[in-house]
């Protein structure tokens, strides 16, 4: 029942920057935590960052200083903003958003790292 379309990924330097962005259509109505997952090759899929409805934010990590998640609630949108990335921040990013007990994934983006 919700829709969720990811953008901004791409090719990046070592100590580049990128900023994906995640827009909810459907039945947005509802909505609670936003968030960003990512998997590297041969990698479980790990938790980067989550949002709540009332702002709150969670880090791994290891991106801790580096990444900020935001949201416009009036877009419905989530956002990762991504500084001085390391080649090990190669993976594909996956937006999450959970509605009441059900969670929503985003196609997924790649962003990968290299010189």
């Known amino acids: 029942q919700v829709q969720l379309v990811e953008s901004g990924g791409g090719l990046v330097q070592p100590g580049g920057s990128l900023r994906l962005s995640c827009a909810a259509s459907?039945?947005?109505?509802?909505?609670?935590?936003m968030g960003w997952y990512r998997q590297a090759p041969g990698k479980q899929r790990e938790l980067v960052a989550a949002?709540?409805?009332?702002?709150?934010?969670n880090y791994v990590d290891s991106v801790k200083g580096r990444f900020t998640i935001s949201r416009n609630n009036a877009k419905n949108t989530v956002y990762l903003q991504m500084n001085s990335l390391k080649p090990e921040d190669t993976a594909v990013y996956y937006c999450n958003v959970r509605r009441l007990v059900t969670d929503y994934w985003g196609q997924g983006t790649q962003v990968t790292v290299s010189s």
């Open positions: 949002i709540t409805s009332g702002g709150s934010t």
């Open positions: 459907g039945s947005i109505f509802g909505i609670s935590t």
